[in-house]
Antibody
Framework: QVQLQESGPGLVKPSQTLSLTCTVS??????????WSWIRQHPGKGLEWIGY???????YYNPSLKSRVTISVDTSKNQFSLKLSSVTAADTAVYYC???????????WGQGTLVTVSS | EIVMTQSPATLSVSPGERATLSCRAS??????LAWYQQKPGQAPRLLIY???TRATGIPARFSGSGSGTEFTLTISSLQSEDFAVYYC?????????FGQGTRLEIK
């Protein structure tokens, strides 16, 4: 069974870049067939899909965040990463990595990591 | 983007009773609708996809229905472990979007 684990700083200063990594185990990103995503959840709020990357490097970003988001993949480490630039307090959230097959249904999720934007 | 609207925001139901949660899409999503359950401090868990197909390991008391713009999640006889927040999600159009959630609480 695929397992995902987020890692990265829990505190980021305003205007800086948020960087998170998701390590995948129990399956290989490079085997294809899955899209590797980031999703966030503001405190006490709903879920917001940030975007995905395929093992080939192709990406799709939510237009609401597109200007600030970069998702990359490192198949040699079986990891994918999120960078969100110019963060503000509004980017404080729990960030999840997750995957879906071709359909867009999220099968497996990481446990989530809280990132707080504060000086 | 497609806006998903869930109602009610909070639903109070007694254990053993039936719960009915609604999800409406701002435009048709066909049957490309999933339901997730989220408990405090946990990631969401897939319950239903294709509007009505239970995911692996999901008890039969969970059922989904609907197509187009109107969808329903029904829990036939609430167990203590079912009290959680439920989200619908459409995967018919990009970007993928979720509803704001329905909190199911013990009455």
């Amino acid at each position: 069974q695929v397992q995902l684990q987020e890692s990265g700083p829990g505190l980021v200063k305003p205007s800086q870049t948020l960087s998170l990594t998701c390590t995948v185990s129990g399956g290989s990103i490079s085997s294809g067939g899955y899209y590797w995503s980031w999703i966030r959840q503001h405190p006490g709020k709903g879920l917001e899909w940030i975007g995905y990357i395929y093992y080939s490097g192709s990406t799709y970003y939510n237009p609401s965040l597109k200007s600030r988001v970069t998702i990359s993949v490192d198949t040699s480490k079986n990891q994918f990463s999120l960078k969100l630039s110019s963060v503000t307090a509004a980017d404080t959230a729990v960030y999840y990595c997750a995957n879906f097959g071709g359909s867009g249904i999220f099968d497996y999720w990481g446990q989530g990591t809280l990132v707080t934007v504060s000086s | 983007e497609i806006v998903m609207t869930q109602s009610p925001a909070t639903l109070s139901v007694s254990p053993g009773e039936r719960a009915t949660l609604s999800c409406r899409a701002s435009q048709s999503v066909s049957s490309n609708l999933a339901w997730y359950q989220q408990k405090p401090g946990q990631a969401p868990r897939l319950l239903i996809y294709g509007a009505s197909t239970r995911a692996t390991g999901i008890p039969a008391r969970f059922s989904g229905s609907g197509s187009g713009t109107e969808f329903t999640l029904t829990i036939s006889s609430l167990q203590s472990e079912d009290f959680a927040v439920y989200y619908c999600q459409q995967y018919n159009n990009w970007p993928l979007t979720f509803g704001q959630g329905t909190r199911l609480e013990i009455k």
